[in-house]
């Protein structure tokens, strides 16, 4: 893994960190959200390098476009998903079943894009994923009724899986600026669509709520999120989803900072026993990313 893609990986996750508190503060629809989010970010993106997508577009196979556009889909499904879960689960059931998503990618990887599993990816999962059950252990209550939530939390991991595993395909044929503008578009229009048929309200909103929203576009969208697509044309999904890991611990620490400041933070906790979990956690991360540095990453080509 090279020097420059790991240092988008951590800026990545410090920026998608803020994601769930902005969420928490625009107090939006889910797929409204989200439709906001990608849109925006699309229109952005498209005059300063989308206008290769087309370019990008006539040069891919039948096979890379139908790819690019499930990509993108996927990518639109990821948002609109984990903004629902959230409706349906604690927010201690989401960072418990974030742990799996690692071990998804290294799935997808391994069947689709011949990734080899290492054993410092057993390691450095079992680690986070330790810390993220201590982390959570005090607040976590198992709850029938929040099966449906713990089963979207799941499915939205699937989907940014393979989201991502699809890009390391794509991105070596396409150019960054094109490839970004393509999924932000494909996503954005699908949670358009799926507001529209829920009767999301795309407007009316506050004030403040604009404000956050603005915030949610610039920060955990459009640095975040593109910063996670630019590196999967070198890093191996494992290690994007494992670093992604780190995004509870941030956020929970961010809401606590907050937590006298805005109503919707003021049950936020900080105890030993989560700052033990989080250490571990990040300590997880930190062993993928060390000795997932010498790992060569070929070109994928399934």
Known sequence: MRALPTLALVVGVLAVSTAPVLILLTGLEPYALATWRLLCVAAILTPLGGWRL?????????????LLVTSGVLYGAHFGLFNLAFFHTSKESVVVLLAVQPMIAAAVGAIWLSE?????????????????VVFVWHDYRFDAAH??????????????????????????????????????????LTMLATALLAGNAMSGYTHDQWFWLALAVLIPTLIGHSLF??????????????????????????????RKHYTVFQSSTLTIEQLVGGTLLLLGVGIGLSFGRKQTVKEPSP
């Open 54 to 66: 087309w370019q990008d577009f006539k040069k891919l196979s039948a096979r890379d476009r139908a």
């Open 116 to 132: 080899r599993f290492t054993s410092t990816m057993l390691w450095s999962s079992l680690v986070a994923g330790a810390g993220l």
């Open 147 to 188: 099966l449906v939530g713990d089963a979207l939390v799941i499915v939205c991991g699937l989907a940014i899986v393979l989201s991502y595993s699809f890009g390391r395909v794509l991105r070596p044929r396409m150019s960054l600026g094109g490839y970004l503008g393509a999924l932000y578009w494909i996503g954005g």
């Open 229 to 258: 697509h630019y590196v999967v044309k070198y890093v191996p999904v494992f290690y994007v989803n494992l670093t992604i890991l780190g995004e509870p611990i941030i956020s929970l620490v961010i809401m606590y900072s907050l």
